[in-house]
């Protein structure tokens, strides 16, 4: 569907920008339908987008992000098999190495990026749909929706994932390299942050908070 533009009004709320060509629409909606999406009509980009389940499901994959991170900083990244020696190596062990070796900013960076970065970022949604579902509204819910959208460029789980990726084939010709559970993890990790990244719609959010009682 395509919303119907209209002029600019100055504060205005009713009327929502265009990512891509700044045109001012009235957002319309179609109750009718379960799934719909708004499309700018001056360059076709989408607007918006609305799922009568879009609560129920990133519920169900922000806690499916949490087992994954868990079960990611509980279990080894990579295992190497060198000269007999066998060494499994984990996030916290590698953070805890570049500590060692004095390198005391990348090692909080890793541990910033990978970890606690994406749990804060889960626990936030956690905190903003699970109350919405039970007809209740979240405390501090604008501040806590703000402070994900600060906090979402910092959770680089796929840089962590590319750079692990580079290190294993630099290391296969010294040793015998082998991929840990905790990567299979991260892996799941970044394709369902992504995921909920892609379906989550600050629209919906703010319609269940006003429906919700206080």
């Not at 996030?91 to 990026?113: F, G, I, N, S, Y």
């Not at 840990?180 to 394709?191: K, Q, S, T, V």
Request: contains cysteine; aromatic residues 8%; charged residues 15%.
């Amino acid at each position: 569907m395509q919303d119907e533009s209209v002029p600019a009004v100055e504060n205005n709320p009713d009327l929502i920008a265009c990512g891509e060509c700044d045109l001012l629409v009235r957002p319309v909606e179609a109750k009718e339908f379960a799934h719909y999406s708004a499309l700018c009509p001056r360059c076709g980009a989408q607007l918006y987008h609305h799922s009568s389940h879009s609560l129920e499901n990133i519920l169900a994959l922000a806690f499916a992000c949490l087992v994954l991170l868990v079960v990611a900083n509980s279990f080894p990244v990579v295992g190497l098999n060198i000269q007999g020696q066998h060494i499994d190596t984990s996030v916290l062990d590698a953070a805890l190495q570049l500590w060692r070796v004095d390198m005391p900013e990348v090692a909080v960076l890793v541990l910033v990026t990978t970890t606690l970065t994406p749990f804060l970022e889960i626990l936030g949604i956690i905190w903003l749909v699970l109350p919405l579902m039970l007809g209740r509204r979240p405390p501090a819910f604008a501040q806590v929706f703000r402070a994900l959208q600060v906090a979402r460029p910092w959770a680089m789980v796929e840089v962590f994932i590319l750079g692990i990726l580079v290190a294993l084939v630099k290391l296969s010709h010294l040793a015998e390299v082998l991929p840990g559970p905790a990567l299979l993890c991260f892996a799941g990790l970044m394709l369902l942050l992504t995921t909920i990244s892609a379906i989550i719609e600050p629209r919906d959010l703010w319609r269940a908070w006003e429906e919700a009682r206080a």
